[in-house]
């Protein structure tokens, strides 16, 4: 089965710096890749996720990579804001197995602490 | 709409109790899943749903059994409670975007059980 691997666990940058997640992914046949935010007491968040025919995804201040070969997918977020403080977590699965109840398989998490 | 709404949002069981934690969604979306949540383990399938009448396990599914008679209702039964299952609960529903070969999945507020 597939295997999702995060970096880092914690991440501390200070208020309008730029911070990257990433994430390795075992399974070639995943092909989409989505990104959560958790904030304290609250359910994931989708924020942004991206497919395996495209490189690069940006929505306004956060974007995503992901290089195929390498098996790996990034999220950069950048000019970061105190909203931004929360647990950030990375998925893969091979699209369409189950509309995604069944197939994605997640990260551990990262806590992004962004200092004032 | 109310997105996918969890009752109730704490709960304590004494060892060998039952209980049942119910999931509703508001969205008419086809799939929902089961997942816990424990410290330093991200997000875990618990059971899945792909359709009213039709259930699957996921990657920790003993001690827990799931029904899915409407779109709308999926709760978790805990049959006979150990404290190994005391963790954050959070269901999720989904659909696949149309065209896109992704679908997006939301995620309720949790609920917080302990089992002593």
């Known amino acids: 089965g597939e295997n999702v691997e995060q970096h880092p666990s914690t991440l501390s940058v200070q208020e309008g710096d730029s911070a990257v997640i990433k994430c390795t992914y075992s399974?070639?046949?995943?092909?989409?890749f989505p990104w959560y935010k958790q904030e304290l007491g609250k359910g994931p968040q989708l924020i942004i996720d991206?497919?395996?025919?495209?490189g690069e995804k940006k929505d306004q201040r956060i974007a995503v990579t992901l290089n195929k070969t390498a098996k790996h997918f990034s999220l950069h977020i950048t000019e970061t804001q105190p909203e931004d403080s929360a647990v950030y977590f990375c998925a893969a699965t091979e699209s369409y197995s189950g509309g995604g109840a069944d197939g994605l398989t997640f990260g551990k998490g990262t806590h992004l602490i962004i200092q004032p | 709409n109310a997105g996918v709404t969890q009752t109730p949002k704490f709960q304590v069981l004494k060892t060998g109790q039952s209980m049942t934690l119910q999931c509703a969604q508001d969205?008419?979306?086809?799939?929902m899943s089961w997942y816990r949540q424990d410290p330093g383990m991200g997000l875990r399938l618990i059971h899945y749903?792909?359709?009213?009448?039709?259930?699957d396990q996921g990657e920790v599914p003993n001690g827990y059994n799931v029904s899915r008679s409407t779109t709308e209702d999926f709760p978790l039964r805990l049959l006979s409670a150990a404290p190994s299952q005391t963790s954050v609960y959070f269901c999720?529903?989904?659909?696949?975007?149309?065209?896109?070969?992704?679908?997006?999945?939301?995620f309720g507020p949790g609920t917080r059980l302990t089992v002593t």
């Open positions: 399974d070639s046949a995943s092909n989409y």
């Open positions: 999720a529903s989904s659909y696949a975007v149309p065209g896109q070969g992704a679908y997006e999945q939301y």
């Open positions: 749903s792909v359709g009213a009448g039709i259930t």
């Open positions: 991206i497919r395996s025919n495209v």
């Open positions: 969205m008419n979306h086809e799939y």
